[in-house]
């Protein structure tokens, strides 16, 4: 299959995953992989004879699922603002934006089978989101009311490096949640604990079946 192009990687999202509610925000539906569906049986060594890199815009993860599920409870975060879902992956925070009323989101992803991801998720839930493949680490936030991010913290350089950049739009005055599992590389020092959830995930993703997570904000 031609994955080179954005129609190419729309069919193979829609060969290899399924329309699924989303566990913890079962309102929001998503193209996800799971036991069932062909890219879950996929090493990581078939996917690079393939030519892709890992899907992680095929799995609703933890943190993302917590920060969506508490975006859509406290819609007044988002509502009426311009908003960046930071790392995106399949869009997920991105909808539950939009869902709550934002007036624009922009989802942010260095990885361009989010594009497809997102504009297909956009689709099933009948809402419009923006993308950007552009690496935003690069340079200061862009303009916004409010940055989100999700499962930002797998590795030690990455998670300083966006916490920086967070902090950086906080201090230009966005508002920023962030939602966390418990990564090894969260940074807890210096942020508000909004909430906590109990967060039903896999266990070929994550070490339980249920994964404590919570959302976080910069004060």
């Given at each position: 299959?031609?994955?080179?192009?954005?129609?190419g990687?729309?069919a193979?999202?829609?060969?290899?995953?399924?329309?699924?509610?989303?566990?913890h925000?079962p309102e929001?539906?998503?193209?996800?992989?799971?036991?069932i569906?062909?890219?879950?049986?996929l090493?990581?060594?078939?996917?690079?004879?393939i030519g892709?890199p890992?899907?992680?815009?095929a799995?609703?993860w933890?943190?993302?699922q917590?920060?969506a599920?508490?975006?859509?409870d406290?819609p007044?975060?988002?509502?009426?603002?311009h908003?960046?879902?930071?790392a995106?992956?399949?869009g997920i925070?991105?909808v539950?934006?939009?869902?709550?009323?934002?007036?624009?989101?922009l989802?942010?992803?260095?990885?361009v089978f989010?594009?497809?991801?997102?504009?297909m998720n956009a689709?099933?839930?009948?809402?419009?989101?923006?993308?950007?493949d552009?690496?935003?680490?690069?340079?200061?936030?862009?303009?916004a009311?409010v940055?989100?991010?999700?499962?930002?913290?797998?590795?030690g350089?990455m998670?300083?490096?966006?916490?920086?950049?967070?902090?950086?739009?906080?201090?230009?005055?966005a508002?920023v949640?962030v939602g966390?599992?418990?990564?090894?590389?969260?940074?807890?020092?210096g942020?508000v604990?909004?909430?906590?959830?109990?967060?039903?995930?896999t266990?070929e993703?994550?070490d339980?079946?249920?994964?404590?997570?919570?959302?976080w904000?910069?004060?």
């Amino acid at each position: 299959m031609i994955v080179q192009t954005l129609e190419g990687r729309r069919a193979f999202i829609a060969d290899n995953t399924r329309l699924l509610p989303t566990p913890h925000a079962p309102e929001l539906l998503l193209h996800l992989a799971d036991e069932i569906t062909p890219i879950w049986k996929l090493t990581e060594e078939a996917l690079e004879e393939i030519g892709l890199p890992p899907p992680f815009w095929a799995f609703a993860w933890a943190g993302g699922q917590a920060l969506a599920r508490y975006v859509l409870d406290h819609p007044e975060i988002v509502r009426g603002k311009h908003v960046i879902d930071f790392a995106t992956g399949s869009g997920i925070v991105a909808v539950a934006a939009m869902k709550a009323g934002a007036a624009s989101v922009l989802a942010a992803d260095i990885d361009v089978f989010c594009e497809a991801a997102v504009a297909m998720n956009a689709q099933a839930n009948g809402v419009e989101i923006g993308f950007t493949d552009v690496n935003l680490l690069d340079a200061p936030p862009p303009a916004a009311d409010v940055l989100l991010a999700g499962d930002i913290c797998y590795e030690g350089p990455m998670a300083k490096a966006v916490m920086a950049w967070l902090a950086q739009g906080r201090a230009a005055g966005a508002a920023v949640l962030v939602g966390d599992p418990g990564r090894t590389y969260f940074p807890k020092e210096g942020l508000v604990k909004l909430a906590e959830y109990q967060v039903p995930t896999t266990r070929e993703l994550e070490d339980l079946a249920v994964k404590r997570t919570s959302v976080w904000t910069l004060p």
